[in-house]
């Protein structure tokens, strides 16, 4: 690695050519999914006043404690760091259907969107300060069938991915805000005379979010949870029948789970379903993703009580899985054609030439410098052309070009108003990169990202 002056800020990273294939590869998968079940795309701002966030996912979980990004505003109107970068979209999408009245469209408002987040907290190995996100949200019917619609377009994004077989499906159900009440109180009569026998930090969990106890990594907490009350035993009927019926539609679309009485999620909003997707083999240290039921989310953004499910998933975590598993994506940013040149007015012929081949649809590079046709030969090698198209003062003057096929190193003298022809014969018209803006949007080719 060079010693660079300047470098990334800790916690972030740039997303090079290489893994910008597999971004491109996950929104396409991501959007055609998204498509395919009638969910249309929004973009929220990246940030929000941070009561949007401590409203939304709760100010004593983690998220809100320790990884909000806080943003200092310069107009002393709008006082101190009230703005807040996202750690998620739920919340700023929860807010948008709000504000512009959405519950007066057709329902549900189905909604997906494709980003980037932040968190503060410490980095780690796969948590990054900047991060990107494909977020699905269903909001305004609350439905059984809806939960296991929505879990199955995730299921289908990530065997499209090649990756499913590496995930399991962990699955729970939460109750009602009601019943998680009662069972909450349960588990803090349950702690009282056993808090010096927690770590420090679950000490804090108890006294500000009890429900976080229950996904906790600390051998001394599951090792007290094995005699706590449990949340299945204040489960409300309506929830155990609701549960139940997910489970039975998950099993009519050939969907495997795990049921997991432990799963909570670490955000407040959620209510009934919750689910991840978990490593095999480390569990949730590499889960790709999660989401839930948030039936009260909307009535604490100041709209009228609206159900809503939704699911969030990490594309570094997806990317990383894909190269784990030897999946290479697939990409269109090949050379197919290097143009080398000696002289201004080959240079000139070129220019033309190399501009006609990419409006065909080849990928197309050349006219480069003034160096010699020897250098020029090893960048179309670098580049990995296909074919080289060579123009020299000979060739200008007698109105032909040198046609090189780089794999098999063979090349041909050929007419020059031939060249762009023979270049597509060769490629072949399937091949070519093309798309093409209609006035109509639903006409725009899928390749445009």
Not at 144 to 157: E, G, H, N, R, T
Not at 234 to 254: A, I, K, N, P, W
Not at 412 to 436: M, P, R, W
């Given at each position: ?221 599951q090792i007290l949870l094995k ?103 697939p990409h269109k940013d090949q ?115």
């Open positions: 690695m060079a010693d660079a002056q300047y470098r990334t800020p800790k916690g972030t990273h740039d997303v090079l050519p290489e893994e910008q294939r597999y971004m491109t590869y996950i929104k396409k998968a991501v959007r055609h999914r998204a498509r395919q079940a009638g969910y249309q795309r929004i973009d929220p701002p990246i940030f929000e006043k941070r009561e949007i966030f401590e409203r939304g996912i709760g100010q004593h979980t983690d998220i809100v404690e320790k990884e909000l990004f806080l943003v200092s505003a310069t107009n002393k109107d709008e006082g101190e760091k009230e703005f807040a970068l996202r750690p998620e979209f739920t919340a700023g999408i929860c807010r948008s259907y709000v504000e512009h009245a959405m519950q007066q469209l057709v329902q549900p408002v189905q909604l997906y969107a494709i980003g980037p987040c932040f968190r503060h907290d410490r980095p780690q190995k796969g948590r990054f300060r900047q991060f990107h996100q494909f977020n699905f949200e269903l909001i305004g019917l609350r439905d059984p069938s809806l939960d296991a619609q929505l879990i199955q377009m995730v299921v289908k994004i990530l065997q499209d991915l090649k990756i499913l077989d590496r995930l399991t499906l962990q699955i729970n159900n939460i109750g009602t805000s009601e019943s998680r009440k009662a069972f909450l109180a349960a588990l803090k009569d349950y702690f009282i005379g056993k808090e010096r026998n927690l770590p420090e930090l679950d000490q804090k969990r108890l006294a500000a979010n009890p429900l976080r106890l229950l996904d906790s990594k600390e051998e001394d907490t005699s706590a009350p449990t949340m299945e035993q204040f489960m409300d009927s309506e929830s155990r029948q609701y549960h139940e019926t997910v489970l039975e539609y998950l099993e009519e679309l050939g969907i495997k789970y795990n049921p997991n009485p432990g799963l909570v999620r670490g955000l407040d909003y959620y209510t009934q379903t919750v689910f991840e997707f978990w490593d095999q083999s480390t569990g949730a240290q590499n889960a790709v993703g999660g989401g839930g039921r948030y039936d009260g989310l909307i009535e604490l953004l100041g709209g009228k009580p609206t159900p809503g499910i939704g699911f969030a998933g990490g594309m570094e975590r997806v990317m990383w899985h894909m190269k784990e598993a030897g999946i290479d994506a050379v197919d054609v290097f143009v080398a040149q000696l002289g201004p007015d080959a240079k000139k012929q070129c220019l033309t030439l190399i501009s006609k081949l990419r409006d065909l649809g080849v990928h197309t590079v050349g006219a480069l410098g003034e160096a010699s046709l020897k250098s020029q030969m090893r960048h179309a090698d670098r580049f990995g052309a296909k074919f080289t198209l060579l123009l020299g003062q000979m060739e200008v003057k007698e109105g032909t070009i040198i046609l090189r096929d780089m794999a098999a190193g063979k090349q041909k003298q050929i007419k020059f108003k031939d060249a762009i022809s023979e270049v597509v014969k060769l490629l072949g018209e399937k091949n070519l990169d093309k798309y093409t803006l209609h006035d109509h949007l639903g006409n725009l080719d899928q390749n445009v990202d």
